[in-house]
């Protein structure tokens, strides 16, 4: 079993730079794919980015690409999403997640493949 704690929320203006991180506890971090989920008010949870156990093997949402970047740092049980160019759009609370093993990469992006969630941390872009 894993915990997830996210953390580098807050808020910045449209255009602006964030980085999240996920901390996990356990010793088997590694072992894990693990991805980053987000929801805005009113809206349902979304896939954003996720990334192999290996670091080898990365998707993202198509709202995201080439501005979002996923990495992990299996040393420090530690996983990243540095956000760039941020728009108001991107406001929501981002919650990062973790499934044991290697599913194929058509699941990455599927909510219910993930069996560990965080508490998600809150990111607001301003116009």
């Known amino acids: 079993q894993v915990q997830l704690v996210e953390s580098g929320g807050g808020l910045v203006q449209a255009g602006g730079s964030l980085r999240l991180s996920c901390t996990a506890s356990?010793?088997?971090?590694?072992?894990?794919?693990m991805g980053w989920f987000r929801q805005a008010p009113g809206k349902e949870r979304e896939f954003v980015a996720a990334?192999?156990?290996?670091?080898?093997?990365?998707d993202y949402a198509d709202s995201v690409k080439g501005r979002f970047t996923i990495s992990r740092d299996n040393a420090k049980n530690t996983l990243f999403l540095e956000m760039n160019l941020l728009e108001p759009e991107d406001t929501a609370v981002y919650y990062c997640?973790?499934?044991?093993?290697?599913?194929?990469?058509?699941?990455?992006?599927?909510?219910?493949?993930?069996?560990?969630w965080g508490q998600g941390t809150q990111v607001t872009v301003s116009p």
């Open positions: 997640a973790a499934v044991q093993g290697s599913p194929p990469p058509s699941r990455y992006s599927v909510e219910a493949n993930y069996d560990y």
């Open positions: 356990g010793r088997t971090f590694s072992s894990y794919t």
């Open positions: 990334i192999a156990w290996s670091g080898g093997y990365r």
